[in-house]
């Protein structure tokens, strides 16, 4: 690693809320860093063989767990770091839970119950790809969302957002008291390179698939979604679990910062492997000469 990595993700991690301001944000920005694809890739790899690690301890000492926040604009990436940074860690201490437009079981609850099933087991490692902050994006952006959760009309008045932050806030710091630690991140694309990437997925017969005519609409609302965003990272950037703000329009370098971001807050939990007992030494010793004697 021929940089900085703790200055680095200072960079991107939000720390005086009060001040931030996203256009102060680059997203075509990289660290100063030029890499090949291949010195890319290989970079990448180490990050997340450290994770790799690192996870295994996190599973075998049961007490932590890892939330991983992933909120973005269409094609800023949150696929591709799901695919290149969580490929290479054991499915088995990691779940990705995908949160779309809700279905009607998940409106007949509260709109923070079906993140809250859905949040990672002690040991393991969450991944959330968008969350509950969608209800401070798009349903801000489309407050007639609201009318759909039959919450009740009384409760919404003209402070309903900053109720909403509050909840966030209160929510986050429940876990972070409990052993949850929250990761979030902002993949901040320039509305130019989402433009481009939308007509590759046009133009590219391999790539149609991910075309989703109603993310042209969304993208008409660029400048709302910029405002609900910002809001949003300053009222919900707090000391336990700030916001990164990744800049996206390189992808290689968007996967980087998120997997140096995960694998920094993985050191900073003092894992360890759980120590065995005086007595389950003893047993393991039985069961290794019952091993070694065995025909
Ligand atoms: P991809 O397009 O890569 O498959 P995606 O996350 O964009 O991934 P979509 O099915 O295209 O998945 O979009 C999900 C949509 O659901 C988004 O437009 C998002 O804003 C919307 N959504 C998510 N949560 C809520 C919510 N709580 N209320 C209303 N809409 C929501
Ligand atoms: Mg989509």
């Known amino acids: 690693m021929a940089y900085d990595r703790a200055k680095m993700l200072s960079q991107y991690r939000i720390t005086a809320p009060d001040k931030f301001r996203l256009k102060d944000m680059k997203p075509d920005d990289s660290f100063g860093l030029t890499l090949s694809k291949d010195e890319a890739k290989d970079e990448l790899k180490d990050v997340v063989k450290s994770i ?3 996870q295994e301890m996190l599973y075998a000492q049961d007490q932590w767990s890892l939330l991983v926040i992933l909120q973005a604009m269409d094609a800023a990436g949150k696929d591709s770091v799901l695919d290149n940074v969580m490929s290479g860690i054991n499915p088995q201490g990691c779940q990705v839970t995908s949160f779309k437009a809700p279905t009607s079981h998940e409106l007949d609850h509260d709109w923070l119950w079906r993140t809250t099933v859905a949040l ?30 039959r919450v009740p009309k009384s409760l919404i008045g003209k402070d309903i957002w900053q109720e909403r932050f509050d909840d966030i806030r209160a929510f986050e710091k429940h876990m972070a008291r409990n052993g949850t630690k929250v990761l979030k991140f902002f993949l901040n694309v320039s509305k130019e390179e989402q433009k ?7 133009d590219e017969p391999d790539k149609n698939w991910k075309f989703n005519a109603g993310d042209v609409g969304e993208r008409m609302l660029w400048d709302k979604y910029m405002d609900a965003y910002e809001d949003m990272i300053r009222n919900t ?18 996967r980087l910062v998120v997997a140096h971001a995960m694998d920094e807050a993985l050191s ?7 120590k065995v007992d005086a007595a389950a030494l003893e047993e393991m010793k039985k069961a290794r000469e019952i091993l070694t004697k065995e025909k």
């Open 196 to 202: 481009k990437r939308f007509l590759e997925r046009i």
């Open 268 to 274: 900073g939990l003092g894992l360890a492997y759980p």
């Open 52 to 54: 790799a690690g690192k």
């Open 120 to 149: 990672p087991e002690r040991g393991r490692i969450g991944v959330f790809n968008r969350s509950y902050y969608e209800e401070v994006l798009v349903v801000r952006v489309h407050p007639e969302i609201l009318g759909k959760q």
């Open 237 to 254: 950037s707090t000391e336990h679990s700030p916001w990164f703000v990744v800049p996206a329009d390189k992808k290689w370098f968007t």
